[in-house]
């Protein structure tokens, strides 16, 4: 019997639906599959209101986790296979994700398996080199990572993820697209499942190493990670200027969100065209660069 734990937060619900579309091929007699869902005392909200969305901007780039909810998982807990389905919040994992690697519950992948499958926008990168390290940390063994970018690209995603987030709508508005991961992409997550079915006797193997980077689980745009490289600098410093003027919630460091809003306000609008010229002449430099960390990387750019 082969023993697999899907672990996850999910808010909108693109999560849950790729996990679910991602483990369907996998369920058969020989095969425990457990559900573990991740949560926070208090738990964020969906949709949110846009105070409170940008509040924790300080907290998830800064690496501050909030209390773990109370899990039905034993810390010493063994399994095959952890998958672990987590989202992009401001260039880091969600701060529910960070909560559960900040939790002795962590322990549970300790020499295990771990396959990364992500929902986000374009920027995803430092939020996984992030997640990389978290479960580094916690012991565990990253072999492969899918990543589900939002539809329509990164101009699109600039303005339907956070009316998703904010208002939980995800229907096209005039010429954006749906808000959100493709429903044809998250059935297509079945390939993925098909491959982790054929090969159940190499989850335990003792130097883990990639079993669907051939299928090349992860699209990389270069014009994306150019304008998430130039916007870090400046999001880690509002960050820990926030963080100085108080806690969440605290009125002092209001001004400083505002200004983060700002800068995305006046900021990406000019930096993601600028990113598109550049990105032909740097295009595979940086696929090369995340090739290293991410196997099965594919550039469309």
Same mark, same amino acid.
């Given at each position: 019997?082969?023993?697999?734990?899907?672990?996850?937060?999910?808010?909108?619900?693109?999560?849950?639906?790729?996990?679910?579309?991602l483990v369907?091929?996998?369920?058969?007699p020989?095969?425990?599959?457990?559900?573990?869902?991740?949560?926070?005392?208090?738990?964020?909200?969906?949709?949110?209101?846009?105070?409170?969305?940008?509040?924790c901007?300080?907290e998830?780039?800064?690496?501050h986790?909030?209390?773990?909810?109370?899990?039905?998982?034993?810390?010493?807990?063994?399994?095959?296979?952890?998958?672990?389905?987590?989202q992009?919040w401001?260039?880091?994992?969600s701060?529910?994700?960070q909560?559960?690697?900040?939790?002795?519950?962590?322990?549970?992948?300790?020499?295990?398996?771990?396959?990364?499958?992500?929902? +986000?926008?374009?920027?995803w990168?430092?939020?996984?080199?992030?997640?990389?390290e978290?479960?580094?940390?916690?012991?565990?063994?990253?072999?492969?990572?899918?990543?589900?970018?939002?539809?329509?690209?990164?101009?699109?995603g600039?303005?339907?993820?956070?009316?998703l987030?904010?208002?939980?709508?995800?229907?096209?508005?005039?010429?954006?697209?749906?808000?959100g991961?493709? +429903?044809?992409d998250?059935?297509a997550?079945?390939?993925?499942?098909?491959?982790?079915?054929?090969?159940?006797d190499?989850?335990?193997?003792?130097?883990?190493g990639?079993m669907?980077?051939?299928?090349?689980?992860?699209e990389?745009?270069?014009a994306?990670?150019?304008?998430?490289?130039?916007?870090?600098?400046?999001?880690?410093?509002?960050?820990?200027?926030?963080?100085? +003027?108080?806690?969440?919630?605290n009125?002092?460091?209001?001004?400083?969100?505002?200004?983060?809003?700002?800068?995305?306000?006046?900021?990406l609008?000019?930096?993601?065209?600028?990113?598109?010229?550049?990105?032909?002449?740097?295009?595979?430099r940086?696929?090369?660069?995340?090739?290293?960390?991410?196997p099965?990387?594919?550039?469309v750019?």
């Amino acid at each position: 019997m082969k023993r697999v734990l899907v672990l996850y937060y999910s808010q909108s619900g693109d999560v849950r639906s790729a996990l679910e579309a991602l483990v369907a091929p996998m369920r058969a007699p020989d095969v425990e599959i457990r559900w573990q869902p991740v949560d926070t005392v208090p738990r964020y909200p969906f949709p949110w209101g846009a105070h409170e969305f940008f509040d924790c901007m300080p907290e998830a780039v800064g690496g501050h986790a909030p209390q773990l909810a109370p899990m039905e998982l034993n810390p010493g807990e063994r399994f095959d296979l952890v998958i672990l389905g987590w989202q992009v919040w401001f260039l880091s994992p969600s701060l529910p994700i960070q909560a559960f690697f900040a939790a002795p519950q962590a322990q549970v992948l300790r020499g295990t398996r771990v396959i990364s499958v992500t929902c +986000c926008r374009q920027m995803w990168q430092r939020a996984h080199g992030t997640l990389r390290e978290l479960v580094s940390r916690a012991d565990g063994v990253l072999t492969d990572s899918i990543v589900l970018t939002h539809q329509g690209g990164s101009l699109a995603g600039y303005l339907t993820a956070p009316r998703l987030m904010i208002t939980g709508r995800r229907d096209k508005l005039g010429l954006l697209p749906a808000g959100g991961v493709a +429903c044809g992409d998250i059935d297509a997550l079945s390939r993925f499942g098909q491959r982790l079915r054929e090969t159940k006797d190499r989850w335990s193997e003792p130097q883990p190493g990639p079993m669907i980077s051939d299928l090349e689980p992860v699209e990389v745009n270069a014009a994306a990670v150019l304008a998430e490289l130039a916007v870090i600098p400046p999001v880690v410093l509002l960050a820990r200027l926030a963080r100085l +003027c108080g806690g969440p919630g605290n009125p002092a460091r209001r001004p400083v969100l505002w200004l983060f809003v700002l800068m995305l306000v006046v900021f990406l609008p000019v930096l993601l065209p600028a990113s598109a010229v550049l990105a032909p002449l740097v295009r595979r430099r940086l696929t090369r660069r995340l090739a290293r960390g991410l196997p099965g990387v594919r550039d469309v750019t």
